[in-house]
């Protein structure tokens, strides 16, 4: 198993979202991530369809998801919840009727946010702004696996913020101009037995930002923030919010430009492997979460230290990604392939490979993940001299350096 992420970097602790989890966390068992990751996607749906960053013809909002992933059950991320539903209520008092739950269809997550009354006379929602809040995430894991279930074709549409509809013949559901953002919880057992590699696959799972987190420390009377200082991140999340919800367009300034085309590349490599799937909207996930400090800050402008920011919570969630998946490929007979690799640094000749298996795998089935092994950059083949000037194949692993 991956090592936990490192702490989270303080460039991540900026403004608003900074101080609450600054003067939170001592109150609380909740990790600090915790706190941080689900304080930045409630305060992006609060916002609504409001700033937006343009980058070509997409509109990227501020509503974002993020799964909570403990290596427990008591990994107190419903507490850390707690606390910043109670600080977007009172900073907004209408949001509260805008959380929701229950991700169970593409068709119940329309209906939320519907555009005309429905055949029942139930009538279309003023206010589109929806924040689901699922801390059994793992049921609506199981959800999607079930046959001509819409709810990830959906859900994918939603991060993307395009219209909502379904193709039927009577009473289709159609929604526009909706802000959706999701928090899930759930254990690393938990997602790794029920994440798909469909979901993996289709763009699902990387809509999501992975957070590890577990308890930060034993409060047995635990606490909340209260008081002046309460009052105080109330207010400044307040005055963002009405800031936040004009719509207008929110751009680089500068030196987050520079910022920008230097780490650019890096965001966009691919990069192999489950956790590599999990990561692969590595630049729009920075992007609105850049967004969402400026906005907090009531910038025009995507400042440096709002990229910073958004770039430290990103690395987080790539090495919380690492920690779940680990090195897993996706693929049995290569990840066990590897994990035999792992343990002779020498490499493995052809007759060793087969002896991983037992014999048991066809050379056709043994060829195909030793290829994908290859190119993931996991083996090196090479040759090397055996008795009569003969050579032999071997498969070296590409082992990474000890830290």
């Known amino acids: 198993m991956s090592e936990w992420p490192a702490p989270v970097g303080e460039q ?12 939170t966390e001592p109150h609380s068992e909740a990790h600090p991530m915790a706190l941080l990751s689900q304080f930045l996607v409630a305060f992006g749906s609060a916002c609504g369809r409001g700033a937006y960053y ?13 799964v909570l992933v403990g290596p427990t059950a008591t990994g107190r991320k419903g507490s850390s919840w707690g606390h910043v539903r109670r600080l977007l209520g009172d900073a907004d008092s209408a ?3 805008c959380l929701a739950g229950g991700l169970s269809s593409g068709e119940g997550l329309i209906a939320q946010v519907r555009d005309h009354a429905d055949e029942d006379g139930g009538q279309a929602p003023a206010d589109k702004r929806r924040l689901v809040v699922e801390p059994e995430f793992a049921q609506t894991l199981k959800v999607l696996a079930r046959e001509g279930n819409t709810l990830s074709a959906i859900v994918r549409q939603a991060w993307d913020g395009e219209p909502l509809q ?6 289709p559901l159609r929604a526009t101009g909706a802000s959706i953002g999701i928090v899930g919880h759930i254990t690393r057992d938990e997602l790794l037995r029920y994440l798909t590699a469909t979901e993996l696959a289709n763009g699902f799972a990387n809509r999501f930002l992975p957070v590890a987190v577990k308890r930060s420390k034993l409060l047995p009377f635990g606490g909340a923030l209260d008081g002046a200082r309460f009052a105080e991140i109330r207010d400044a999340v307040r005055l963002a919010l009405r800031f936040a919800q004009q719509h207008r367009p929110i751009t680089f300034d500068d030196a987050a430009r520079e910022r920008w085309i230097d780490t650019y590349e890096q965001l966009s490599t691919a990069r192999p492997g489950l956790a590599g799937a999990a990561t692969a909207r590595a630049e729009a996930h920075t992007v609105r979460l850049a967004l969402i400090y400026a906005l907090l800050d009531l910038s025009e402008h995507i400042g440096l230290e709002h990229l910073e920011a958004a770039l430290a919570v990103w690395r987080y969630s790539a090495d919380s990604a690492r920690w779940i998946f680990g090195d897993a490929l996706g693929d049995p007979t ?11 640094p020498a490499g493995l000749t052809r007759t060793e490979v087969s002896e991983v298996f037992s014999r048991n795998k066809k050379r056709r089935e043994i060829e195909r993940a030793l290829g994908v092994l290859e190119d993931a950059g996991r083996l090196h083949r090479t040759t090397r001299p055996v008795e009569r000037g003969r050579a032999a194949e071997v498969w070296i692993p590409v082992l990474a350096p000890a830290a």
């Open 95 to 97: 949001f509260s009727g």
């Open 54 to 66: 343009q980058v070509e013809a997409d509109r990227h909002y501020t509503n974002e998801f993020v």
């Open 12 to 23: 991540a602790l900026h403004g608003p979202a900074g101080e609450f989890v600054l003067r």
């Open 166 to 171: 379904t193709i039927v013949r009577n009473d």
């Open 334 to 344: 290569a990840d066990e392939l590897w994990q035999a690799a792992k343990e002779r």
